[in-house]
């Protein structure tokens, strides 16, 4: 996900967890239509971990912290659920530590989404991400808001009572109900351990846990659906300009099938920009090519090949998504091996792999997504979701709700 963009939910029930090299404090906040708390008992965090329809999970260390929200207990009046997270180092801000919050399904561990903020700096906290109620439909958007005042600062944005500490030398009153700190005091340098480490890379079969997220680092990347690669080696950008080869056969020795593959760009707000397919062999001054209309699926290797010049495409293109559909009709139940490769155009070595493991009877699916970071690195998505669309047109909506 990029800033602003959102996902509607189909599921009631989902879970928010945000990682970083460090640990992190997660927390959610339940707001009214005027984006308020309607007392501190809607601030959910390690101190108060329940409430109404949104609870808290620590992650101890070895895992993120995370926020669940389940949206058939949120009390009416409620409109939506902040994710914040925060350093755990008292002080420490978000640069170089780069988060990423992952949406999933709550009682599957499904991914829905990811979306790691861009352009940190001297933020201390952040509002990551909201799940929110617009037109009777819950939707989850991408914010990625931070303050320089931690936790605190959000926390009084939203109406949250935040204990301010008086002068060392005056004792502070002492009221009848003590209010619930918001944060715990400082550690002393002696007892705190230090930061956790950065969490090793994990091997390229399989994400780092609770991230969804691989790299290139051990070579050749295996991806599941909905799992994310980051096209880079090393924390050196690796890519100048890439393949996608697109490849099918027809099911059980069956017809020759006429599959199209196309890419279709779009801008930050997930707008429309162009798109390249095979009436369509060249799109956004050349940065994107088209190898031709391959009318059988028959043969070894890739049937369509879509070169993209990564460091030529224009700044407004922030993703772009690989899409195969059936003109004529037939189904993917009628497609065996379907499957996406990125490829490395000037070695020819192949980096990331995404088979189509399964089929539904639609006559279009969205099989990988570029998305390019504000860092100006690019990572990779396996798709894999079928839709009712038989041309590249009728492609643009779906793929666009996707990002």
């Not at 700096?121 to 931690?150: C, F, H, N, P, S």
């Not at 490829?343 to 279009?364: H, I, K, M, P, S």
């Not at 099989?367 to 590249?392: C, S």
């Amino acid at each position: 996900m990029t800033p602003g963009s959102n996902i509607p939910l189909a599921v009631a029930r989902v879970t928010v967890d945000v990682a970083a090299p460090v640990r992190l404090d997660v927390s959610g906040l339940l707001l009214t239509a005027d984006g308020k708390v309607r007392s501190d008992d809607d601030f959910i965090f390690y101190n108060q971990p329940s409430g109404p329809g949104v609870t808290y999970r620590s992650g101890g260390g070895g895992t993120p912290d995370a926020i669940t929200v389940d949206t058939t207990a949120v009390p009416p009046g409620i409109e939506k659920i902040v994710v914040t997270a925060s350093p755990d180092a008292a002080g420490q801000t978000f640069q170089g530590i780069e988060p990423t919050a992952t949406v999933r399904e709550a009682d599957t561990g499904s991914v829905l989404a990811t979306f790691t903020p861009p352009r940190l700096g001297t933020e201390t906290a952040l509002v990551v991400v909201e799940i929110y109620l617009r037109g009777g439909q819950w939707k989850a958007r991408a914010v990625g808001q931070g303050y320089a005042d931690g936790l605190a600062g959000i926390a009084t944005d939203f109406g949250v009572t935040v204990e301010e500490p008086a002068p060392a030398p005056v004792a502070p009153p002492q009221p009848a109900v003590p209010p619930r700190p918001l944060t715990p005091p400082p550690p002393a340098p002696a007892a705190q351990p230090p930061a956790a480490p950065p969490v090793p890379p994990a091997p390229s079969a399989a994400p780092a846990p609770g991230t969804g997220k691989v790299n290139l680092d051990k070579g050749r990347v295996s991806l599941q659906k909905n799992q994310t690669v980051s096209l880079v080696k090393g924390g050196r950008p690796l890519l100048a300009r890439v393949k996608m080869g697109l490849g099918w056969e027809p099911a059980y020795r069956g017809a020759d099938i006429d599959l199209d593959a196309s890419v279709i760009a779009y801008g930050p707000q997930r707008n429309h920009i162009d798109s390249c397919y095979f009436g369509k062999l060249t799109i956004l001054n050349g940065a994107v090519k088209h190898s031709g209309d391959n009318l059988t699926g028959e043969g070894a290797g890739d049937d369509e090949v879509i070169v993209v010049d990564l460091g030529r495409l224009p700044q407004e293109v922030t993703g772009l998504v690989f899409t195969v559909n059936s003109f004529s009709g037939q189904k993917f139940t009628d497609v065996a091996k379907a499957y996406c490769r990125l490829v490395d155009a000037t070695t020819e070595e192949e980096l990331v792999r995404f088979d189509l493991t399964n089929a539904e009877a639609q006559t279009g699916v969205l099989m990988a997504k570029l998305i390019r970071q504000f860092t100006g690195e690019w990572e990779m998505t396996a798709m894999g979701d079928f839709v009712k669309a038989r041309t590249v047109r009728n492609m643009v909506k779906p793929a666009a709700q996707a990002l």
